[in-house]
């Protein structure tokens, strides 16, 4: 049972570059999320989707752009990248229900 | 403005103490409260507790949930090398889940 797959693991930027993080579920979530985390700090939600074709704003959307065409998919585009942006990505989803929200296993990206 | 605060926010013990996690939390539209393990990678799911006073329990961690002062405790007994890692609360607002900073807990041999 894959769960949640998230792709690449490792990524280095440079400044200025576009790029698109994966994120794929195959236990029919309704829900699905994009996090950043920071040393120190707690996670921080980027964008947020509660089905196909609808999606929504967290706490620091700004650079990022989402979109849900499946049920299956959640990809992360970052437009141009910036040094800020450095971080450890994690993609999650979750049911309706209980909303336990299950994780891929990470994006580690350095942007130089 | 929702807010959690987990303390301490970092635990050194030596193998075999019992250790206690805090959680206070302040969210609009509480449904229930997440406690999770996060080690060098993703964030695993450990409870979910929606009513005061249930504890939960899975082997030797167990968690209390108190809705009117707004809190929750984790607990590990009899800690091992392994329970080193960073303890995440996060209360579910309106399904979005508010997380804390965390709780660094190291285990020494």
């Known amino acids: 049972n894959a769960g949640v797959t998230q792709t690449p693991k490792f990524q280095v930027l440079k400044t200025g570059q576009s790029m698109t993080l994966q994120c794929a579920q195959d236990?029919?979530?309704?829900?699905m999320s994009w996090y950043r985390q920071d040393p120190g700090m707690g996670l921080r939600l980027i964008h947020y989707?509660?089905?196909?074709?609808?999606?929504d704003q967290g706490e620091v959307p700004n650079g990022y752009n989402v979109s849900r065409s499946t049920t299956e998919d959640f990809p992360l585009r970052l437009l141009s990248a910036a040094p800020s942006q450095t971080s450890v990505y994690f993609c999650?989803?979750?049911?309706?229900?209980?909303?336990?929200?299950?994780f891929g296993a990470g994006t580690r990206l350095s942007v130089l | 403005e929702d807010k959690v605060v987990q303390s301490p926010l970092s635990l050194v013990v030596h193998e075999g103490d019992t250790v206690t996690l805090n959680c206070s939390y302040e969210?609009?539209?509480?449904?229930?409260l997440l406690w999770y393990k996060q080690e060098k990678k993703a964030p695993t799911f450990l409870f979910m507790l929606?009513?005061s006073g249930i504890e939960k329990k899975s082997g030797r961690l167990s968690s209390i949930l108190d809705k009117k002062e707004l809190f929750s405790i984790l607990n590990i007994t009899a800690t091992q090398t392994g329970d080193s890692a960073v303890y995440l609360c996060?209360?579910?607002?309106?399904?979005?889940?508010?997380w804390g900073a965390g709780t660094k807990l190291i285990i020494k041999p």
């Open positions: 999650a989803s979750s049911d309706r229900d209980k909303n336990i929200q299950y």
């Open positions: 236990m029919n979530h309704e829900y």
């Open positions: 989707s509660v089905g196909a074709g609808i999606t």
């Open positions: 969210v609009t539209n509480f449904r229930s």
């Open positions: 929606t009513s």
């Open positions: 996060a209360p579910d607002s309106n399904y979005q889940l508010i």
